[in-house]
């Protein structure tokens, strides 16, 4: 079969079984292989800056320069919500190598992305 | 037991808000964080703070520039400010290579050294008081390192105020920021001509100088 790129569609099931800092590893190991992740449910503002951070510590410059992230923001919280401290609900978030993927537009209500093999070497 | 002089001073912050913060300088690379700490260090005490440049990533290491009083007609606030590494969520040493002739020996150092300089930005979260989130107003908001640190700031009740840079460029458009973060205080700049900094000055004392509600998060 020819090789192609692979994009995983990540239900929020698959997400929700794994803990925050499983979730951010198994993130990061995806990407790494080269994969583009489309999360049903995305990352809280604290699991980004995770996200990151982690990426920041794995970047080996030949193999892997970094991450493109682009999703929605977290849904406003309630008066109830920030009352307790509550965090809104992270939304759709997709994630890939950055020598793969590049955002061409955003709104509101649309993401446009690229995939765009052997970006680096153009 | 006696009652300590410090003890008071605590008790009277609490109830009247803070008059020394610590203020972290964030963004992305080559928004202006490093002209803005040039801008106030040199207003407030005639120094700078660190070098500026085109290339993205100049600063690596965070900086810090300490005892700055802003004063406000009756109102004053003593701050150190914390000139952070720009954060990225990619670091390419080819775009060093390819858009600023830097030789690849070069390159490679200075992306490593990018790459710590997010982690260490990221890590001086946990040790401000509040932070002046620098955008670029020429360029699109709303972009995943702009959302991302507002978000955590907020989760972390630290106090933002965000400054529209560069407004001396005939194409920025500091509305763009405040419709795209109408919870936040955001206040046009020119870092590099200091144009309005009066206005952030007097913003940062009402804003900074609250009392702190700080929420820990891990």
Redesign the interface.
Known sequence: MKEGITVDLVSKDKLDELSSEERINYIIDEVRKGKILVLERGLTSSERVKLIQQTMEKIDHDTFIGIEIEGYPEEKRSFIHRIFGMVGKPRITVIGPAHLLKTIRRDDRVIETVIVPGRRDA | MGFHFSSLARIIQLLFGKKHARIGIYGAPNVGKTTLANRIAMDLAGEVVGTVSDVPHETRRAKTKKNLKIENGTSSLTIDIVDTPG????????EFVRNYGIDEEEA?RR??EA??G??EA?RW?DNVDGVLLVMDSTEDP?T?VN??????L??RNLPVIIAANKIDMETSSPATIKSAFPQHPVVPISALTGHNMQALYSKMIEHFGKRKKR?W??
């Open positions: 954060i990225a969520t990619k670091v390419d040493y080819m490679r992306a490593k790459t710590e997010v982690i990221i979260l709303f995943q959302v991302t640190i507002l978000g955590n907020e989760a929420r998060i891990k």
